[in-house]
């Protein structure tokens, strides 16, 4: 996506934000209806124009802005959610290592190879079994012998025969132990290797070809045999017993290395569809943990709201489960849109599918391991996003659905074998793999799992992709549908013939079946095992050199080999029962190489860890941070990519601007570039150098200062919890910064939180900005100069740490002015969130001031008003700041009146001038404003109490109210455990600053040591106010506050002058009251008034317009049909408000 930019003049005052002089220019990016968290924006790139400052205006809002639990609202956990910018201009560089060959199939460090092909060989134990003693001996007859049937006719073959249990019962056949049986036959052919005689009782009185059965079978017969004409006795090696009513099916399966001379047997028609028979060979293809087939994007464009992916897979069952994908497609943006782990390394089966920009639908369950390895199975996933219904069937039943899932499919590419970056490979073979552009119904599914697809499938206009992988050599497989999309094999995947007893699909079926006499009685069998191998022709190993060009890894050339020394002999079911040496022609050592593995540049614009969202409010309009990214000026130019990561981009609805303000910046910034890409660094490795190792600058030589940010949050138990100090070191001298990674939580804006919010923690804070150091360069190197840097962290390994680090390397010109000052920040008064504990206020505003000139600044002049109002102040600072130096300076009011207006709106003016009693050089930052509200304001004759009721950890609190001078006119120390204390608050007409200090940091009422240790108890603060002696709450404080409670509230009124004005007068009486009130105002002036009735939740229940002729009134409030309980009655004046608590009784 792309964005425009647009001018507004006004822009910061309808957001709320501090007020600066010039125009300026808003880019604005993801919204709180954006479906994704990464996309390419377009920012302001005229050469020609200029940037004092360059803004990002970060706004976060629950989900709906509804409030909730789990998915509901703010989503439940704190998650990183930092927020890069991607430059192709630039380039990052990891250090690492990399074999100097990679040998496909292959991980260890010597590889002997050989040109020649090699086998692997497969032990199979064959039994030749004999009649040892007979006591008594019974045959049924199945059958006549009238017709030809023919056995070995193909190379591999399975043949299935039914016999109902009536037949047999009927023949005379006793339920029992059956030990062999006999087969006329009419011409013997050549040997049948590997012939299998399997049996199994059925409920099948017919046989489907497309429902065969293919497991459940009990082996009776394996032995390489010969046949010969006349009766063919075959004895089995373990009998069958038949329980005498059941039907049965009786399975020969054979496999030979070619087609020879047939056998044929006398047989008849049953009547019925008795006879099952495949003899197509067949091959898959073995994904043993590395390879993967490369689909046409073609074969997927026609997808994109339904869609079907069905195959026949193996799994290795040494080494399932593991986290492993079979298949997987992802769109342009490389985002997942049809997956599976079949299953991953908890056992889980995951079917993805669909993506929107803002994540993939999914649905999983558990499977059984007989589900996904050791035996063939066939999966079935299906996809429609206009139903909403994604489902999965496994050999042809529903195994799982699920619903609501809409997402559409966009699928530009798409590997089988692999998830689409050639990692998380499959372990095991894969069968007809199959893709249509429909959901397909369960029958459907159920009728052409056993066979290979044609034009006969209902659906197969709908055949986007279809792979039966039965070519059993090369690389590349065929696309048997419409499309012809040949897919391409990568990495030798092996080719593996299905032997002839796990041929499933293919069958043809008959009503001919073979003459067949069972065998009963009273048999003793004896059994000689008979060891027979055999082998299949082994893929060749690919093997790729590798080198080294300057600092980039090349890829030198690629051979073919086939792997020689001890090769394992596998028995039937893949275990290692013995070794075959091949002679080597040679042998690989595997080495490592190092190298700088190089990417587009990606700069962490922002750390930021999202608030715990159970139960968190953070308004219809959300919470608006604002920072300062005018450092990353050179690359916020032109479309570039803009991205949220790391986990928590969709915990909350974000809506993301960039405020590019027209002017001189003090110093041009020249570049900024990454010491070390961002990226996460374990304890030890950082202390090992093994990340972040010591690098070489060459600093700009037309830089004229230079400085380092350093952003940094640790994670996981040790890492989060525990502080370190870390550090930059230059040219290996003692360290020149070290500093500690370690922030206080209690004082978070956005409280309280569903989670262990005020806990502090390395960096960060949930729902705060991670703490940025700016450690400057000056006079530890020099503009061309070539510096050694190296970070690190100091003390005893932590096992469970690791760190997100960005440390970043700002280049800036020579300063544009001498003398500069800049106003930075309006601390209080303010509605910005970073200043939210500070604000409201009635006493001393508080300004930031930065040094922007090139030289120290020893005195100052400040002039600072309300707008509209009658008095403008001005401060003389004194006291060094150094450029570059930020210094907060209190601008002292000398009473009430100067927070009046006239103005509809409050809003404060500052203004910088005269540094040392020189000009100002650029004035265009010297001004600032903020919309501000004022206090709480009590009138004097109110009967105030402050309430506090201590936890059981007193020592940790205290209060105290100051005046505006700041002398403190109230205040309790040494408080008692659970206690609580009601303080008058009687005080005369001024401005008042309630400071409560937790110690403790975690407030008066914590939710988690209500759950871990209820010992510590609860408390509570809250003004009220005395109503015919009844105590009315005015004031509630959060008790969950962490560390402290900053509360300004004005006793009396404003004044225009030092003089006190007579006092207003609004009375609420009989309070409490049944019926009706009396309110009485008096000292409000000849404005208009307007009188509501305010439930608890804030519902306005009465409201009516006052018209104040008279300076003294009486108005009757009817409270009929109001419910019984509490109550505020509000007086609103303008931009002012009175409020009295009012109690309905019956």
């Not at 629950?62 to 998650?79: K, L």
């Not at 016999?163 to 013997?188: D, H, K, R, V, W």
């Not at 032997?499 to 293919?506: C, E, H, I, P, S």
């Not at 509200?933 to 506090?948: A, H, I, K, T």
């Amino acid at each position: 996506m792309k964005h425009l930019y647009l001018t507004f003049f006004f822009f910061a005052l309808l957001c709320g934000l501090p007020l600066f002089g010039q125009d300026t220019i808003v880019v604005q990016t993801f919204t709180w209806d954006s479906p994704t968290r990464a996309g390419y924006f377009e920012f302001p790139d005229d050469p020609t124009a200029s940037y004092r400052k360059i803004l990002m205006r970060y706004n976060m809002r629950c989900h709906d802005a509804a409030v909730g639990n789990g998915n509901v609202g703010c989503r439940e956990w704190d998650y990183s959610c930092n927020t890069f910018l991607t430059d192709p201009e630039l380039t990052d560089s990891v250090m690492a290592t990399h074999p100097t060959h990679l040998i496909s199939n292959f991980s260890g460090t010597e590889f002997e190879y050989t040109d020649v092909p090699t086998y692997t060989y497969l032990q199979f134990v064959q039994h030749e079994a004999g009649f040892s003693n007979i006591t008594s001996q019974s045959n049924t007859t199945i059958g006549f012998a009238s017709e030809l049937i023919g056995l070995g006719e193909a190379a591999v073959g399975r043949q299935q025969y039914l016999f109902q249990g009536s037949e047999l019962a009927n023949a005379g056949m006793s339920a029992g132990p059956i030990y062999g049986l006999t087969i006329p036959i009419l011409t013997a052919g050549d040997e049948l290797k590997f012939l299998r005689l399997r049996i199994k009782q059925t409920a099948q009185s017919e046989l489907n070809p497309n429902a065969p059965e293919v497991d459940g079978f009990t082996e009776v017969y394996f032995l390489n045999t010969d046949p010969s004409t006349g009766d063919q006795e075959f004895r089995f090696y373990q009998p069958f017993d038949w329980d005498g009513a059941s039907n049965l099916l009786v399975e020969f399966s054979f496999t030979n290395p070619n087609t020879g001379l047939p056998t044929y047997a006398l047989g008849s028609d049953a009547g019925f569809p008795a006879a099952l028979s495949s003899t197509t060979p067949d091959f898959s293809l073995n994904f043993a943990g590395s390879g993967n087939i490369d689909a046409p994007t073609d074969a997927f464009s026609g997808i994109s709201n339904e869609i079907t992916i069905s195959l026949w897979c193996f799994g290795d069952a040494a080494t399932l489960p593991a986290n492993s994908t079979i298949f997987e497609g992802v769109d342009a943006n490389n985002q997942r849109q049809a997956n599976v782990h079949l299953p991953w390394g908890n056992g889980q089966v995951y079917w993805d599918c669909g993506n929107d920009g803002g994540g993939y639908d999914r649905i999983n369950l558990a499977a059984n391991a007989a589900d996904y390895e050791g035996r063939w199975n066939h999966w079935a996933f299906t996809k429609n996003a206009a139903t909403g219904s994604m489902k999965i069937y496994l050999n042809g039943q529903l195994w799982h659905s699920g619903s609501g899932k809409t997402k559409p499919i966009d699928i530009q590419s798409f590997r089988i074998g692999s998830n689409a970056g050639s990692s998380n490979f499959y372990y095991g073979k894969v069968n007809e793999f199959r893709v249509w552009n429909k959901e397909l119904d369960p029958a459907t599914i159920q009728e052409w799992m056993y066979k290979p697809l044609s034009a006969d499938h209902p659906d197969y206009a709908n055949l986007t992709a279809y792979y039966p992988l039965n070519e059993g050599i090369g690389t590349i497989t065929a696309d048997a549908s419409p499309n012809g999309a040949v897919g391409t094999i990568y990495s030798f995947p092996t080719w593996s013939p299905l032997r002839g007893k796990d041929l499933y699909q293919a069958f043809a079926a008959s009503n001919l079946r073979p003459q067949v006499t069972f065998i009963q009685g009273e048999i003793e069998i004896s059994d000689n095992e008979v060891i027979v191998l055999d082998s299949t022709l082994n893929s060749p190993h690919s093997v790729i050199s590798f080198g080294v060009d300057g600092t980039d890894l090349v890829a030198l050339d690629t051979t073919y080999v086939y792997r020689a020394g001890d090769l394992n002999i596998l028995d039937e079911n893949g275990a290692v029962v013995g070794t075959q040496f091949v002679t080597p022609d040679g042998a690989i050592s595997i080495g490592s190489l190092s190298y700088y593995q190089k990417t587009d540049a990606k700069f962490e614009l922002l750390s930021l860890v999202t608030p715990y969202g159970n139960g968190l409010d953070l308004g219809p309009e959300g919470k608006t941070f604002t920072f300062d990214v005018t450092d990353y000026a050179p690359i916020l130019k032109g479309e570039k990519y803009l991205s949220i990561e790391l986990g928590g981009e969709y915990q909350e609805e974000l809506d993301i601007q960039f405020l590019f303000i027209t002017g001189t910046p003090p110093r041009e910034v020249l570049s900024i570039q990454n010491i070390w890409p961002f990226r996460r660094g374990w304890y030890a490795d950082i202390q090992a150098e093994n990340v972040f190792e010591p690098r070489e600058l060459t600093l700009s030589p037309d830089g004229d200062r230079f400085k380092v940010r350093s952003s940094i949050t640790g994670h996981g138990q040790n890492g989060e919890f525990v502080p370190r100090t870390h550090y930059l070191n230059l040219n290996d001298a003692p360290n020149e910064f070290e500093y500690e990674v370690w922030k206080k939580c209690g004082e978070n804006p956005i409280f309280p939180q569903g989670g262990t919010w005020l806990f502090d923690r390395a960096g960060w804070c949930p729902g705060m900005a991670t703490d940025v150091h700016e450690l400057p360069l000056d006079f530890l190197a020099n503009a061309g100069e070539t510096i050694t840097i190296d970070y690190g962290v100091i003390g005893p390994q932590l096992n469970e740490a690791n760190y997100l680090v960005s440390n970043q390397l700002v280049t800036y010109g020579p300063a544009n002015f001498n003398r500069d000052l800049a106003v930075e920040a309006i601390v209080k008064p303010t509605l910005q969130l970073e200043y939210e504990r500070f604000n409201p206020i009635c006493s001393h505003p508080r300004v930031a001031v930065k040094n922007t000139g090139a030289l120290s600044v020893n005195s100052l002049k400040i002039d600072y008003k309300v707008r509209g109002g009658s008095v403008e102040l001005t401060r003389d600072y004194f006291g060094q700041i150094a450029p570059g130096e930020t210094k907060v300076i209190e601008l002292p009011i000398d009473w009430l009146g100067f927070w009046l207006t006239d103005e509809p709106e409050y809003v404060f003016e500052v203004q910088v001038h005269s540094p040392d009693g020189a000009t100002d050089e650029y004035a265009a930052n010297d001004y600032m404003s903020a919309v501000f509200q004022l206090p709480d304001m009590y009138d004097s004759d109110d009967e105030l109490v402050l309430q506090l009721r201590t936890n059981n950890r007193p020592t940790e609190n205290y209060y105290t109210i100051t005046d505006l001078e700041g002398n403190v006119v109230m205040s309790r120390y040494q408080m008692a455990n659970s206690t609580t204390y009601n303080d008058e608050i009687n005080l005369p007409s001024g401005c008042y600053s309630l400071f409560v200090e937790d110690s403790g940091d975690d407030g008066l009422d914590y939710w988690y040591w209500n759950v871990v240790d209820p010992s510590v108890g609860s408390g509570f603060i809250k003004i009220q106010e005395i109503v015919n002696g009844i105590p009315i709450t005015v004031k509630s404080f959060e008790p969950e506050f962490g560390g402290s409670i900053r509360y300004d509230f004005v006793v009396g009124q404003y004044t225009g002058s030092s003089e006190v004005e007579a006092p207003r007068l609004f009375t609420v009486y009989p309070n409490p009251a049944q019926d009706e009130v009396i309110v009485e105002l008096q000292g409000f002036g000849a404005s208009e008034l307007q009188l509501e009735l305010i439930d608890l939740t804030g519902q306005i229940l009465l409201r009516q317009t006052v018209e104040q002729g008279a300076d003294h009134l009486r108005l009757p409030v009817a409270l009929h049909g109001i419910p019984t309980g509490m109550y505020q009655l509000r007086v609103v004046q303008e931009s002012k408000s009175w409020v009295r608590p009012v109690v309905k009784v019956k």
